[in-house]
């Protein structure tokens, strides 16, 4: 079904960082943005386009600058972010969906972490963001009332055990934007993360139990888990003008799952589940 357009982003420009495939939050941001009127850059490592199919999101988007770099490359971004200043021009907005634990992907438990692939971790999915605000400032590509919005999850603040270091990355993600966004509020640019329910997407089919963790929170958030186009929805009302004094705040998307203790649903299931007297 075809959703409505508000023209939300009408006149906005911005780039997004790490759409992979149809199932990638960020490939449903920006699609969202595109529907509600923004231009935009699309950016992912070399490797990642050749594995997913970010070419064609950019031809939806109307042939978005499709521009090749690692987020964690210094001299990488400095160049992607001189050649969105020629392509596009200055914007007004960057959304940060990039995230990725070895770790996870190898099934290495917390206590037995891998150290280098801890680190890279914490460089691909939080110092990233760092990196990618620092070299947009520095080249004068971001405009003054300007938005940045990062992706995260609850493991920032509770410790949800099958994803790892991930939980580490997350609260370092939320730090960070934090602490940029208490730098930029003199150009009245907000910087906010969205700490969005258990989606599946190509990242999160990687950790275990993964869909146990998705049934747990669909059971317990009163509204049940939000999806990747939801999640788009409501990134497009941080980008837009209408929240242009949120600020430093992690926001949830989840359903209510955040605020909740137990739901009806899942205590009948724990209930039924329990061997009954004299059996």
């Known amino acids: 079904m075809t959703q409505t357009s508000y023209g939300l982003l009408k006149g906005k420009k911005g780039i ?10 960020g490939w449903k941001i ?27 999101l950019a031809r939806i988007c109307g042939q978005a600058p499709l521009l090749v770099a690692d987020a964690t490359s210094d001299d990488e ?20 969906s990039v995230g990725m634990s070895a770790n996870i992907r190898k099934k290495i438990p917390y206590e037995s972490t891998n150290y280098i692939f801890y680190n890279k971790g914490l460089e691909i999915s939080a110092i990233s963001l760092h990196k990618i605000i620092r070299y947009a400032l520095e080249a004068g590509v971001l405009k003054d009332n300007g938005s940045i919005v990062a992706l995260s999850y609850i493991g920032a603040q509770r410790v949800f055990s099958q994803y790892n270091d ?13 602490n940029f966004g208490s730098r930029l509020a003199d150009r009245g640019i907000r910087v906010n993360t969205v700490s969005q329910s258990p989606t599946r997407t190509s990242a999160g089919s990687g950790i275990s139990n993964f869909d146990a963790m998705y049934e747990y929170a669909n059971l317990l958030a009163p509204l049940g888990n939000a999806s990747g186009e939801e999640c788009a929805d409501y990134v497009v009302t941080l980008l837009s003008d209408l929240s242009r004094k ?15 203790g137990i739901s009806e649903k899942l205590l009948g299931l724990l209930e039924r589940s329990q061997p009954k007297a004299g059996v």
């Open 77 to 96: 971004l400095k160049a992607l972010f001189a050649e969105l200043k020629t392509s596009l021009g200055e914007i007004d907005f960057i959304v940060h």
């Open 166 to 178: 991930m939980n580490d990355a997350k609260a370092l993600l939320e730090a960070i934007a934090r």
């Open 16 to 25: 997004i960082f790490g759409p992979l495939n149809e199932q990638s939050l």
């Open 246 to 260: 949120v600020t430093m705040q992690n926001l949830y998307h989840d359903g209510g799952f955040s605020s909740a």
């Open 30 to 56: 920006a699609l969202a943005c595109h529907r509600e009127g923004a231009k935009l850059a699309i950016s992912n490592v070399a490797t990642a386009l050749k594995m997913g199919n970010t070419a064609e």
